[in-house]
């Protein structure tokens, strides 16, 4: 598991109410990175590089992306 596996299974049991942590992944380099179905909810990117990053079917319900680079993301 990676560092980023680590902080998106947080992330998860804390959007679905079983503690965990809210991802903060402000100015985070993410470009190129399968996020595809990933549980994104009220994620924190501002100012993260989501350049190419595949977001298919990803929950972005209250994601901050101020900031954001989405450049090519799908």
Known sequence: MTDLDGVLADHA?????????????RGVDLS?????????????LTRA????ANL????????DLTGANLTEAN
């Open 13 to 25: 049991a804390w959007a679905a109410g079983r503690g965990g942590k809210r991802a903060n992944l």
């Open 56 to 63: 298919t079917g990803a929950n972005l319900t209250g994601v």
């Open 49 to 52: 590089n989501l350049t190419r």
């Open 32 to 44: 190129g990175v399968d996020l595809s179905g990933a549980d994104l909810t009220r994620a924190i």
